[in-house]
């Protein structure tokens, strides 16, 4: 996907009530030494319903393995489970291009309780 890029279609209220975004913190990180592309392995922790979630994310760019944890992020945690070369990702971490096209991941701008849905 590029920095900018026209419109997705059009979706329903419905459809984006599909789409489970929660906010977690990040409780491990590290460098996914497999990977193909520079990426991280996180742990993030969603709360007691959820539990703790793993992702790998090209996210190296602009993001440190210490300086993540503790930060909360927003994932979408209802996506069926992915294999990234010998590792299973199991989240979904979001992020937007910073100006030259890598990888921000966003989150609350102040703590807020882990688990809550996006709405």
Not at 61 to 76: D, F, R
Request: charged content about 25%.
């Amino acid at each position: 996907m590029s920095e900018t890029s026209a419109p997705a279609p059009t979706i329903t209220f419905d459809d984006f009530l599909k789409v489970d975004i929660r906010v977690g913190v990040v409780v491990e990180a590290e460098v996914n030494e497999g990977a193909r592309k520079p990426a991280l392995k996180l742990k993030v922790d969603f709360g007691p319903e959820i539990g703790i979630r793993k992702t790998s994310a090209q996210i190296t760019e602009n993001h440190a393995p210490e300086a993540l944890v503790g930060t909360q992020v927003l994932g979408v945690v209802n996506f069926p489970v992915k294999q990234i070369g010998k590792f299973m990702s199991e989240v979904l971490v979001l992020g937007v291009p910073d100006e030259n096209g890598k990888v921000m991941l966003i989150g609350p701008t102040r703590d807020v309780p882990i688990g809550g849905r996006l709405y």
